[in-house]
């Protein structure tokens, strides 16, 4: 059973950075495609990054584009998600999610999703 464990979310000042990362365990990293979600309250999940298996390809929200980096560690079984310049709009609970069906961009494809962790931005 493959887990996903959220971590480095917190509070951080507008214009600041936090970096998430996501251990993957119980499976094998370069086996999936990697995604990360987020939700706002009262608001619907959407995406925001992903990384293919290998790395070679990634992409990107528009809204995050140029503020966020997805990167992956397949040695060491993490993904990360760098995040700067944090805006107020970026505050929401971040998800770490596995796929293996070559659809990145949507979370209904993904199988396997970790706990989530709170990102806030006060202005």
């Known amino acids: 059973q493959v887990q996903l464990v959220e971590s480095g979310g917190g509070l951080v000042q507008a214009g600041g950075s936090l970096r998430l990362s996501c251990a993957v365990s119980g499976g094998t990293l370069s086996s999936y495609d990697m995604g990360w979600f987020r939700q706002a309250p009262g608001k619907d999940r959407e995406f925001v990054a992903a990384?293919?298996?290998?790395?070679?390809?990634?992409y990107y929200a528009d809204s995050v584009k140029d503020r966020f980096t997805i990167s992956r560690d397949n040695a060491k079984n993490t993904v990360c998600l760098q995040m700067n310049s944090l805006k107020s709009e970026d505050t929401a609970v971040y998800y770490c999610?596995?796929?293996?069906?070559?659809?990145?961009?949507?979370?209904?494809?993904?199988?396997?999703w970790g706990q989530g962790t709170q990102v806030t931005v006060s202005s």
């Open positions: 999610a596995a796929t293996t069906s070559g659809l990145l961009l949507w979370s209904d494809e993904y199988k396997y």
């Open positions: 990384m293919s298996r290998r790395g070679e390809d990634t």
